[in-house]
T-cell receptor
Framework: GQQVMQIPQYQHVQEGEDFTTYCNSS?????IQWYKQRPGGHPVFLIQ?????EVKKQKRLTFQFGEEKKNSSLHITATQTTDVGTYFC???????????FGKGTKLTVNP | KAGVTQTPRYLIKTRGQQVTLSCSPI?????VSWYQQTPGQGLQFLFE???????NKGNFPGRFSGRQFSNSRSEMNVSTLELGDSALYLC????????????FGPGTRLTVT
């Protein structure tokens, strides 16, 4: 079935540096949702993108959906230690109720 | 509103046994999805229920089954446990899954020995 590829798998940054994770698909995505999972925790919904070229911001987080709806990115400006965790993208596969997750990007931040 | 609750939180079973996990969704949410999370495979979709009907199923063997009750509470069952079934099993509820955010429970950590 369709897979959402997410890169990088790991990212280690110094506090204050920026961070970006990418999701890519070979086919058009119906939507993209982003989740964050803190160490030892469960995934928590961050945002959903539906429209081609959509850009949404949440404080230091910027989410983008590609013009062709085949890729998405999450960018964090000036990382803080509270940003530590694994960030997942996910898609309602083929517009169905089945939510397919990328493998995630694990972010660690050095204070 | 109370969040999604899952019981038990931790479970240790032996190969060949069966296990039942329970999930209570957020009040008013009628969709419940189950996921298996492992370090190697990540978050994998098991199945999704809405109004007591299974609407979608992932690529897992028939040993994995589930059901949903009229009050939207859900259970999943794994029979003939294998070592590879050791994982964190997450339940998520939503008004409906398509284009709606999912609220995850804390998960059940299953260890098969």
């Amino acid at each position: 079935g369709q897979q959402v590829m997410q890169i990088p798998q790991y990212q280690h940054v110094q506090e204050g540096e920026d961070f970006t994770t990418y999701c890519n698909s070979s086919t058009t995505l119906s939507n993209i949702q982003w989740y964050k999972q803190r160490p030892g925790g469960h995934p928590v919904f961050l945002i959903q993108l539906v429209k081609s070229g959509e850009v949404k911001k949440q404080k230091r987080l910027t989410f983008q959906f590609g013009e062709e709806k085949k890729n998405s990115s999450l960018h964090i400006t000036a990382t803080q230690t509270t940003d530590v965790g694994t960030y997942f993208c996910a898609e309602n596969q083929g517009g169905s109720e089945k939510l397919v997750f990328g493998k995630g990007t694990k972010l660690t931040v050095n204070p | 509103k109370a969040g999604v609750t899952q019981t038990p939180r931790y479970l240790i079973k032996t190969r060949g046994q069966q296990v039942t996990l329970s999930c209570s969704p957020i009040s008013g949410h009628r969709s419940v999805s189950w996921y298996q999370q492992t370090p190697g495979q990540g978050l994998q979709f098991l199945f999704e229920y809405f109004s007591e009907t299974q609407r979608n199923k992932g690529n897992f063997p028939g040993r994995f089954s589930g059901r949903q009750f009229s009050n939207s509470r859900s259970e999943m069952n794994v029979s003939t446990l294998e070592l590879g079934d050791s994982a964190l099993y997450l339940c998520a509820s939503s008004l409906t899954t398509r284009n709606y955010e999912q609220y995850f429970g804390p998960g059940t950590r299953l260890t098969v020995t």
